[in-house]
T-cell receptor
Framework: AQSVTQLGSHVSVSEGALVLLRCNYS??????LFWYVQYPNQGLQLLLK??????LVKGINGFEAEFKKSETSFHLTKPSAHMSDAAEYFC???????????FGKGTRLSVIA | NAGVTQTPKFQVLKTGQSMTLQCAQD?????MYWYRQDPGMGLRLIYY???????DKGEVPNGYNVSRLNKREFSLRLESAAPSQTSVYFC????????????FGEGSRLTVL
C-alpha cells in the first residue's frame, strides 16, 4: 500500500529564512505527488503537483518541490519565508489508476517575525 | 464561484443522535470525497464516489454511510453518533479519482457529546 511520511509535525522559521518541509513516500509504482496548504479555518488548496513531466516542480506563492526517486522524497522548499506562509502543509501521493490520494499527517509551519 | 459547499458548518450532537452532512459542487466534477481531519492524524478518507452511481469505502468508513444523490451532491450520514466521531469533516471533489487536484469545501466542525 502506498503511504507518505512527513517528517516533523511542526516547523518554525524566521521571516526571510529558508523553508524546508520534508516528505517521503512509499510506492511500488511511480507516483503522482502533491503538496496542499491549509490556512486556518479553511479547506485545503493545491500548492503544486508532480506528474513525471519534470523533477523540479514550481507552485504558487514561491514554493517548489523536487522529486528524487533515489531518495523517495518530495521535499517542499521556499527560499524566503513570509508571515503569510504560516499554515499547515500536507504531502499526498497517488498511483496512476483509480485510487484516491493518501495524505500525510501534515506539518504546521510557523513564521517568526 | 461557489466551488464546493458544505452544510452545516458547525453542529453539536448528543451520543446516539443521527445527522447528515451535505456537500454540493458546481464544477461538473465526476469524483467526490469525504475526509475527516483530527489533530495529529492528517486527513483520513471516509468514503468516496469515483463517479455518479458508485461509492467506495476509504480508510475509516465504520459508523458512516454515504449517498451520491446526483453528479453534484454527495452526502455523509452518521446513523448513531459517537464521541469518537467528533472531528472536522471535509468534502472534496475532482475531475477524476487519479487526476490529483482536489477542491475542498471549508469544512464542517462536528462535536458529539
Amino acid at each position: 500500500a502506498q503511504s507518505v511520511t512527513q517528517l516533523g509535525s511542526h516547523v518554525s522559521v524566521s521571516e526571510g529564512a529558508l523553508v524546508l518541509l520534508r516528505c517521503n513516500y512509499s510506492s511500488s509504482v511511480p507516483p503522482y505527488l502533491f503538496w496542499y496548504v491549509q490556512y486556518p479555518n479553511q479547506g485545503l488548496q493545491l500548492l503544486l503537483k508532480y506528474t513525471s513531466a519534470a523533477t523540479l516542480v514550481k507552485g504558487i506563492n514561491g514554493f517548489e518541490a523536487e522529486f528524487k526517486k533515489s531518495e523517495t522524497s518530495f521535499h517542499l522548499t521556499k527560499p524566503s519565508a513570509h508571515m503569510s506562509d504560516a499554515a499547515e502543509y500536507f504531502c499526498a501521493v497517488s498511483r496512476s489508476g483509480n485510487t484516491p490520494l493518501v495524505f500525510g499527517k501534515g506539518t504546521r509551519l510557523s513564521v517568526i517575525a | 464561484n461557489a466551488g464546493v459547499t458544505q452544510t452545516p458548518k458547525f453542529q453539536v450532537l448528543k451520543t446516539g443522535q443521527s445527522m447528515t452532512l451535505q456537500c454540493a459542487q458546481d464544477m461538473n466534477h465526476n469524483s467526490m470525497y469525504w475526509y475527516r481531519q483530527d489533530p495529529g492524524m492528517g486527513l483520513r478518507l471516509i468514503y468516496y464516489s469515483a463517479s455518479e452511481g458508485t461509492t467506495d469505502k476509504g480508510e475509516v468508513p465504520n459508523g458512516y454511510n454515504v449517498s451520491r444523490l446526483n453528479k453534484r451532491e454527495f452526502s455523509l450520514r452518521l446513523e448513531s453518533a459517537a464521541p469518537s466521531q467528533t472531528s472536522v469533516y471535509f468534502c472534496a471533489s475532482s475531475a477524476g479519482v487519479n487526476t490529483g487536484e482536489l477542491f475542498f469545501g471549508e469544512g464542517s466542525r462536528l462535536t458529539v457529546l
